[in-house]
């Protein structure tokens, strides 16, 4: 079993930034890749980013140049960083872990999500 707490989110106003926050603890065979979700009510989910154990990280390609990922091993906790933050951005932000050691691992475990929301 892995837990996962995600911290950060809350209410923004449009250009602003946010750092959202996720601690793993539990298995450590399940806390390799680490990365982030968010589905926005309506919408599908995408995938935000990942980390590696080995510190790849990949951003999806919509969000580079806004929005980075990354991880402190010592503490198994990822950080997503949002800047810009605009209204589509708004929605369910999830930590996931997964057993697998590459950016594309698929998720093994979830957080309870973290909501952000952007507007003026």
């Known amino acids: 079993q892995v837990q996962l707490v995600e911290s950060g989110g809350g209410a923004v106003q449009p250009g602003d930034s946010l750092r959202l926050s996720c601690r793993a603890s539990?298995?450590?065979?399940?806390?390799?890749?680490l990365g982030w979700y968010r589905q926005a009510p309506g919408k599908q989910r995408i995938l935000v980013g990942a980390v590696s154990p080995g510190n790849t990280k990949s951003v999806h390609v919509s969000l580079k140049g806004r929005f980075a990922v990354d991880r402190d091993n010592s503490i198994d906790a990822i950080y997503l960083t949002m800047h810009g933050l605009q209204p589509d951005d708004s929605a369910v932000y999830t930590c996931?872990?997964?057993?697998?050691?590459?950016?594309?691992?698929?998720?093994?475990?979830w957080g309870r999500g973290t909501q952000v929301t952007v507007s003026s």
């Open positions: 539990g298995t450590t065979a399940y806390r390799n890749t």
């Open positions: 996931y872990s997964a057993a697998g050691d590459l950016v594309n691992s698929p998720p093994a475990y």
